[in-house]
């Protein structure tokens, strides 16, 4: 335990993790809520709670599905490798698509979609705006179709003003296709499902 505490404090000072509340379900139906994401060495979830506390639990503790549910409309996990092996949540999965929308952001943005093994479907949007509303179901139904082969993903706008800055977002919805880090396709407003398709289509 000296040991874990040691690497965990020191990876603290380092880290460059977001300091806002995130949430722990355990199997047990417990909630912890943390300062930050936690710190993964080797299975072993280091976090600290919000009032101070340090903590330490195993993989086989918590509840992955429920914890990435719980903290849908924050960006990925986005932690740093301790040890011998990265593990992290199902909401921050670099696998080929497994069928849902994932949620990027300024912190994730390089290692999901500029370093992704497939190609990325990013949809920019803003929570107040109706027409990304519009397409929302049917970013939703392609992330389903293409699982596998194409990861989706949404990014507010509202919140990761560097990645949109980046990209020259300037009206949304607006959504790029990036292939191999680079973008092969862009779409903006309420488009159809269909046109969205062909543009994936015609990169796959």
Known sequence: MPLFRSLFLLALASS???????????KDGKTIVCDAPPIVIDGSYLFRQIDGTDGNLQAAEIDADKTALANKTEAGPHWREIGRTEQRLPQADESAGGGGVLTFGDSNFDAQV??????VLVDFWATWCGPCKQIAPSVDALAT?????LKVGKIDVDRNRATVGHWDIRGYPTLLLFKDGVVVGRLRGAVGKNEIAQMIDSNL
Request: no cysteine.
């Open 145 to 149: 179709r293409y699982a596998g082969r």
């Open 114 to 119: 500029l370093r992704s093994r497939v190609p």
């Open 16 to 26: 460059t993790l977001a300091a806002a509340p995130w949430k722990l379900v355990l």
